[in-house]
């Protein structure tokens, strides 16, 4: 199993009822790459992923897998593995049943078929579960049977909806981990959806961050934290505090609850930056408010404190029960962490 | 605990009840069994003797009814499954209209709809003198109390998705209907097909108006002996009609129960 890249050029998709659910998207994926789909629902992840499936076939624009126009095949010859968001195992076959369907499809014969079965049940860790019934096994259990099933006959790429959306918290790590190994360990080119931020960090190689129907972004994990090309990137991404500029000031620029101390040339509307880089100052800081609530998370605690601002700003830091409810707060953000952003697209750097 | 009036008056009711639907079907049973009805069964005493005349003359009219009733579970099955398969799809207001005019010939007189059959088919000599005229009257008849439970079970069964996860592994639309939709909708065919058989078996108003001499159904032949015998063979013939169809029923309460019970999470 050798990566086949994936390619989308112009594809638009309208839905009977008139909503457009893809405007006009080209997406290169790489071969052997995890890419992962990111964004809210109804932001067209899914959309796409079925488009590159065969589920759903565009209004215009063109799918390639390699440099094979695959646009008219239907799934069944695209050669594509799937896992569905609720697995979708077949109820009347037992688990090996489930994994030896696309094999006996294609007419491979019982001897092979049974060996390879055997090879997959090793492969996601379910050897002596082949004669079990789909609805005596867990949820991860399911998603392993799932994954082996696609896997079984060795398809070209590998599709994942939502995989991991339908198992509790703690099982959701744990299998997160896994099929990353897995993942790794075939080298196939996988395209998963998801919503969950976290998920598509650990997992994808790059994160295509969607926004009504659009592309908003794709980029790896880190550029995309660390330089969001917009408002909706960066707020999807992890926490964002925003602050509306108000006025330039001798240090700075004017915002609800004090001073930021920003020196490039040009003015904007608005300066974000994330939590974590938010401290809490022993003397003078930029920023002065009250503490509002405070969260204990483990590693480190969340603050809200209230600078006056339209939301309050969120503070990540080590400091759980050291202030308490409704003490005055100094905060102070190191000015290379302050960015704006302009339009779509284009961030501008910062200077220190 | 200490039971009330109240409640002996109910058990009273429920007794009587039972009683009311029970005591015609035991006397009858009865009557088949024994050798003069107006003597009595204490005078005259029980025999078989009635069961074996009536096998005698009307053992075709069981093996036509059975013949029947299998040619039309099979049918039934053959138009009823893609039917309701193809209206479990569509889900439209033409899909909903036209599972309402199924309906009908379960609402219409029996009568009626052998009465438009005839007219439309009884010019074919042939077709009308076969078992087979008789059969596509139970076909049309019965095919709603398959299409019905097949249709719940397959709304039930999510099946789209099941599909898609087939087609994904490469099976074409005919393979996805005989290996995903046909085995996840099997209670439901099963359930269909032994509600098919006993309807079948005992259906009188259309096959009255359908058989000739030579094609008496069970239920025809029930009546002609009802009407030109004695009381002992006819009711030695509801004998051999309830050892057919008891069992039938008490598998339908069975496979029913399983449906209600949800087949699979």
């Known amino acids: 199993m050798t990566g086949t890249a994936i390619r989308l050029e112009g594809c638009r998709k309208t839905f009977d009822n008139g909503t457009v659910a893809l405007h006009s998207l080209d997406l290169h994926i790489h071969p052997g790459e995890t890419l992962a789909i990111l964004g809210p629902s109804g932001c067209g992840k899914t959309t796409t992923l079925r488009l590159i499936a065969g589920l759903e076939h565009p209004d215009s624009g063109r799918v390639l897998f390699g440099e094979q126009d695959v646009t008219a095949l239907p799934i069944e010859r695209r050669d594509v593995g799937m896992v569905f968001q609720n697995y979708a195992l077949f109820p009347n076959l037992d688990v090996a049943g489930n994994i030896a369907y696309g094999l006996k499809i294609r007419g491979m014969p019982k001897a092979e078929r049974t060996a390879r079965c055997a ?159 938010v401290r809490i100052a022993d003397g003078n800081g930029h920023l002065h408010g009250h503490l509002l609530a405070q969260f204990f998370q483990g590693a480190h605690s969340r603050l809200l404190v209230d600078v006056g601002g339209a939301q309050p700003l969120l503070v990540d830091c080590d400091e759980f029960g050291r202030h308490g409810i409704g003490d005055t707060l100094a905060l102070s953000i190191a000015p290379r962490h302050l960015f704006c952003l302009q339009g779509r697209g284009t961030r501008s750097e910062v200077s220190p | 605990m200490k039971r009330t009036a ?61 013949r029947l009733a299998v040619a039309c579970a099979v049918g039934v099955v053959m138009i009823g499954v893609p039917a309701a398969y193809a209206l479990v799809r569509m889900n439209n207001r033409f899909s909903r209209a036209f599972e309402e005019l199924m309906v009908l010939p379960v609402a219409m007189p029996g009568l009626a709809s052998a009465l438009a059959l005839l007219l439309t088919y009884g010019q074919y000599g042939a077709f009308r003198g076969s078992w087979l005229f008789i059969l596509v009257g139970h076909v049309i008849f019965t095919l709603p109390f398959l299409v019905r439970p097949v249709m719940a079970v397959m709304q039930r069964q999510h099946l789209p998705v099941l599909e898609e996860a087939a087609a994904s592994l490469g099976a074409g639309p005919l393979q996805r209907f005989f290996t995903v939709v046909v085995p996840n909708s099997r209670a439901g065919i099963l359930a269909g097909v032994l509600m098919v058989v006993t309807l079948s078996l005992g259906e009188f108003n259309l096959t009255w108006m359908l058989h000739t001499p030579m094609t008496k159904t069970l239920p025809v032949g029930l009546a002609d002996s009802y009407a030109s015998a004695r009381l002992e063979v006819a009711s030695a013939y509801t004998v051999i009609f309830l050892l057919l169809i008891v069992p039938l029923l008490i598998a339908l309460q069975a496979i029913n129960h399983h449906l209600a019970r949800g087949d699979r999470p």
């Not at chain 1, 991991?164 to 099982?171: G, K, T, V």
């Not at chain 1, 880190?222 to 602050?243: D, E």
């Open chain 1, 119 to 277: 090879e997959l049940l090793a492969l996601v860790g379910l050897q002596d579960h082949g004669r079990r019934a789909v609805h005596e096994l867990s949820g991860g259990q399911r998603q392993r049977v799932a994954l082996a099933r696609a896997l079984a006959p060795r398809p070209r790429v590998l599709l994942l909806d939502e995989p991991l959306a339908a198992l509790d918290a703690q099982l959701r790590e744990r299998l997160r981990s896994e099929l990353d190994q897995l993942l790794r360990h075939l080298g196939i080119t996988a395209v998963f959806v998801t919503h969950d931020q976290g998920e598509a960090m650990a997992l994808g190689h790059r994160i295509l961050v969607m926004e009504h129907g659009r592309a908003a972004q794709l980029a790896s994990p880190q550029a995309l934290y660390q330089q969001p090309a917009n408002a909706f990137v960066a707020g999807f991404v992890g926490n964002l505090n925003v602050f509306p500029v108000l006025a330039r000031s001798p240090c700075g620029v004017k915002v609800p609850g004090g001073d930021l101390p920003w020196s490039t040339a040009d003015f904007p509307d608005t300066l974000y930056c994330r939590p974590e880089h």
């Open chain 2, 6 to 66: 109240g409640f002996y008056g109910r058990l009273l009711f429920v007794l009587l009840v039972c009683a009311f639907m029970l005591v015609p079907v035991l006397m009858s049973l009865l009557a088949g069994l024994t050798r003069n009805y107006f003597q009595g069964v204490v005078a005259s005493g029980l025999t078989l003797g009635w069961l074996l005349q009536v096998w005698a003359a009307y053992a075709d009219t069981v093996w036509l009814s059975l």
